[in-house]
């Protein structure tokens, strides 16, 4: 048919659902390597803040705190607290574990 568009629609399953957290991750990963400060342990170091006001990263993540969460329940990154608010949490390290 002319003039009409398709989309494809995949049921949201546990599976893909995995894949795209992973994938988010990934993202933010690459993104704690870019603007981090790495240290003598060998582990990456940004703030929240920074982080939270990263153009590249916001661009990319659909929620950046249940990415920090997803990402620190795999063991790939540490941070105090449970819950990371913008400004309020804004000094917070967010550690990326040795890479």
């Known amino acids: 048919p002319t003039g009409r568009a398709f989309s494809l629609h995949l049921p949201l399953t546990k599976e893909r659902g995995r894949m795209n957290i992973d994938h988010e991750v990934d ?3 690459q993104c704690l390597k870019r603007i981090g400060t ?3 342990d060998g582990t990456i170091v940004t703030k929240f803040g920074v982080l939270f006001k990263d153009e590249v990263l916001e661009q990319q993540l659909e ?5 920090l969460k997803a990402a620190r329940k795999r063991g790939v990154i540490d941070f105090q607290g449970q819950m990371l608010l913008q400004g309020a949490h804004d000094n917070v390290d967010i550690i990326l574990k040795k890479v």
Not at 63 to 67: F, N, P, R
Request: hydrophobic share 55%; charged share 0%; aromatic share 0%.
């Open 38 to 40: 790495p240290q003598a």
């Open 27 to 29: 993202l933010l990963v």
């Open 63 to 67: 929620s950046l705190v249940g990415t």
